[in-house]
């Protein structure tokens, strides 16, 4: 069974960063993409990024585009999200995903495994 774990989430200003992880255990890490997904207070959850399975192939939400970067360490079995100029609608919960396939997707259906969450909350 697979386990993901977020975290690194917290409080940050309007203009800052914040670093997520997601360390996955359960089944061989560098066979599958992998993804960052958010839902807001009274919304859906929504697509942030994916990476492929070796790093190579990422893909980015158009409202990201440009402040996040997906990134993996496949020796270390983690996936990470660098969040730069954070802005108060980024304010989630953000999830990590692991897909059922080697090429990331931005479709939730593609994704079999989910971790618990960790809060982001971006402060004006």
């Known amino acids: 069974q697979v386990h993901l774990v977020e975290s690194g989430g917290g409080l940050v200003q309007a203009g800052g960063s914040l670093r997520l992880s997601c360390a996955a255990s359960?089944?061989?890490?560098?066979?599958?993409?992998m993804g960052w997904f958010r839902q807001a207070p009274g919304k859906e959850r929504d697509f942030v990024a994916a990476i492929s399975r070796t790093g190579v192939s990422t893909l980015y939400a158009g409202s990201v585009k440009g402040r996040f970067t997906i990134s993996r360490d496949n020796a270390k079995n983690t996936v990470y999200l660098q969040m730069n100029s954070l802005k108060p609608e980024d304010t989630a919960v953000y999830y990590c995903a692991q897909a059922v396939r080697s090429r990331g997707s931005s479709f939730a259906r593609e994704y079999d495994y989910w971790g618990q969450g960790t809060q982001v909350t971006v402060s004006s």
């Open positions: 359960g089944r061989t890490f560098s066979s599958y993409a």
